[in-house]
Every structure is written in structure tokens, then in C-alpha cells.
């Protein structure tokens, strides 16, 4: 081989080694961009200790498997993390983000930089999204949140925050502006001095409240003409006191007379009892057996018969719990088919022969 084959040939796999790593970029510089779902975070104007924290979602667009390989802020008064590394196609990941505002004061700016890279092209690329907060000095909230915890279904609970202005001496909050009827939130001026004004927030999770997850945000309307909200954090998951595995069954495709069981979990904090079974349809084709005593932990075999008629099966049968108001719906499904009847032969014609 020639000097300038061998160097042609050189040129060519360097050519080819780095072509990979600039393909998704030359198709669209943005592609990174586009798998955050904003482009900028601002937590508006907040109190001295107000809780500022936010989740900043990325999402694979994209039939490669992205790799996060890096997350920082560009100051100390913003923190910014994730636990996902690796993020499939068509997978979401969380980038937890807050503000530090106890130990930092009015105009916050800083940035949130995500490293991220695709291996199979070798493409790399660094997305920066600004937050900002501007934390006033004159109001302090402590604490910075209502977080009420983990709540058990149908329970009330009460929390208490104090809210210290300084400045006017007429200050006033004019009123508590709640989007959420399973929230109470009431504001009670406890003390007023000098150029201090001190209230009592008295926020009430109502028993009413779905099982789930609960993020909302009350907002204190003040008099204050430049700045009149001061928005304030509210979270709660409520769980409920039982839980059932699965709580919808699906028997599948089952013939006409077949039988299948499937064992339905009921998990309570609590020993229970289970009183009674309810069908929903009067075709008798689901059969329990209930047990006896009362135990934190039921297994219980749900027999299936399938009934005559083809076709899709639904109905919603009830476990009744001894001293609960409602009872546990369960939902089942199957999809019956009758066997086809085999066509009888035609009969034989009579023969002439003798």
C-alpha cells in the first residue's frame, strides 16, 4: 500500500469514526431542548422561608436511550437533582429543583444545567434552563409550606403556620384564595405593633379528600398595592386504610362453562373483617370463599364459571368490611366464546342393492 493510499485510508475511518456523533446534531441542534417541557422556571414572588421546590420533567423522544450525565446550578442559592440516569424511548424522568429562601433575599437568578448524551451516535449536548425567584423581606412564612404528610382516606388533619410582616403598620390579608374544596384556610390576626403584624394560618384537610396526591398552592391576598399575593405550598398524599391487588381482574378469553380462579389480596393497617359479598349481575357466576376471622391480610379465591353466552363479561362485585361505610368494588372482565357445534353429516341414502 502506497504513503498516500495508507493516508487516504487513515482519513477515511477518522471521517467515519466521527460522522455518528454529529448526525443528530446536523438534523436538529435543538434535539436536547425538545425533551424538557419548559424552557424557563419561575417561582414568581414568595416570603422569607417560603418552600420554592419544583419538578423539572425530561422526556425520551427519541428511539435511542438518552443518558443524563450531569446536573448542576449556577449558584448557591438554587439546588438542583435527579436519581435517573438512564432514560428509554418514550420515558420520563424528574429533576427535582428548589430555591434557598431563607438564606437569600429579593431578585434570585441562576441557571439549571442538564448534560446529557446519546452513546450509539455519540452525540452530546447541554441544556441550561433558567429559575428565578424574587423573595421578599418584609413577609416571613414558617413554615414555608403546608405539607400535611401522609394522611389516611377519609381523616381530617390540621396544620398551623405564622405569618410576620414588617413594614406598614396597617397591613392587612384580605382573604385566602383556595382552588381545593378539600382545603380550609383560614387567616387570624394575632398580634399588631410598632410596624409588625403578626397572623395565624390555620389550613384543615377535610376527611373528604380522594385517595392520592394532593399539590396545590393558597394564596394570601394582601393590601399591598405593589405586591398583594403571597402564594404558599400546600401538599398531602392521603392513602387509603386498605389496599386491594389487583383491584380490577381480567379472566381473558374463557369458554362457556370454564372455570377460573384468581386470588384477590386485601391488604389493611389494621385486622378486618370481611362481612359479605355482593354481585352486581344476578348470573351467579362468581363464587368466594369468605373467611372467618379478622387479619390484616385476606387471600381471597374468586372463582369465574362462565355462563352460557358469548360475548364480552363485565360486572362490579362488592367485598362489604365490617365498620366501613363503603364497600370495595371490584371489577371483573372476560370475553366468553362457545365452542362451535360440529355439522352433522348428511344422511346416508338408502341403498337399492339387495
Not at 120 to 143: F, H, M, Q
Not at 209 to 236: K, M, Q
Not at 250 to 263: D, E, I, L, P, S
Request: glycine fraction near 6%.
Amino acid at each position: 500500500m502506497s504513503l498516500q493510499t495508507s493516508w487516504l485510508a487513515r482519513c477515511l475511518v477518522v471521517a467515519w469514526m466521527a460522522a455518528p456523533a454529529c448526525v443528530m446534531a446536523q438534523q436538529d441542534p435543538r434535539w436536547a431542548e425538545k425533551m424538557f417541557e419548559v424552557d424557563k422556571l419561575d417561582f414568581g414572588v414568595v416570603a422569607t422561608g417560603a418552600e420554592c421546590k419544583t419538578q423539572l420533567k425530561i422526556t425520551n423522544r427519541y428511539v435511542e436511550t438518552i443518558q443524563i450525565t450531569g446536573v448542576a446550578t449556577g449558584c448557591r442559592c438554587a439546588q438542583a437533582s435527579t436519581t435517573v440516569k438512564d432514560l428509554a424511548s418514550g420515558q420520563t424522568g424528574i429533576i427535582d429543583v428548589s430555591m434557598d429562601t431563607r438564606n437569600f433575599s429579593r431578585k434570585r437568578d441562576s441557571v439549571v444545567t442538564i448534560s446529557v448524551y446519546e452513546p450509539s451516535k455519540g452525540a452530546l449536548a447541554t441544556v441550561r434552563i433558567p429559575v428565578s425567584v424574587y423573595i421578599r423581606t418584609d413577609v416571613v412564612v414558617e413554615p414555608g409550606s403546608v405539607n400535611f404528610g401522609t394522611v389516611d382516606l377519609g381523616q381530617s388533619r390540621e396544620l398551623k403556620l405564622s405569618v410576620a410582616y414588617a413594614g406598614r403598620p396597617d397591613w392587612k390579608i384580605l382573604q385566602v384564595q383556595n382552588r381545593n374544596p378539600n382545603i380550609e384556610a383560614v387567616a387570624k390576626e394575632i398580634g399588631r405593633g410598632g410596624q409588625r403584624v403578626d397572623y395565624e394560618l390555620l389550613v384543615t384537610l377535610k376527611p373528604t379528600a380522594s385517595a392520592g396526591v394532593i399539590r396545590e398552592t393558597l394564596t394570601l391576598v394582601t393590601d399591598d398595592a405593589n405586591n398583594p399575593h403571597v402564594p404558599i405550598p400546600v401538599f398531602a398524599q392521603v392513602e387509603s386504610d386498605l389496599t386491594v391487588t389487583p383491584s380490577a381482574i381480567n379472566f381473558g378469553t374463557v369458554t362457556a362453562g370454564q372455570v377460573k380462579t384468581q386470588t384477590v389480596v386485601i391488604r389493611a393497617k389494621k385486622p378486618i373483617s370481611i362481612e359479605g359479598f355482593n354481585q352486581g349481575k344476578g348470573d351467579k357466576a362468581l363464587t368466594v370463599q369468605m373467611p372467618s376471622d379478622a387479619r390484616p391480610v385476606h387471600l381471597l379465591p374468586l372463582k369465574f364459571t362462565a355462563p352460557a353466552d358469548a360475548g364480552d363479561y363485565q360486572n362490579d362485585i362488592q367485598v362489604i368490611i365490617e365498620g366501613r361505610k363503603e364497600p370495595i368494588t371490584l371489577r371483573i372482565q372476560a370475553k366468553i366464546v362457545v365452542p362451535a357445534t360440529p355439522a352433522e353429516a348428511p344422511a346416508a341414502e338408502a341403498s337399492d342393492a339387495k
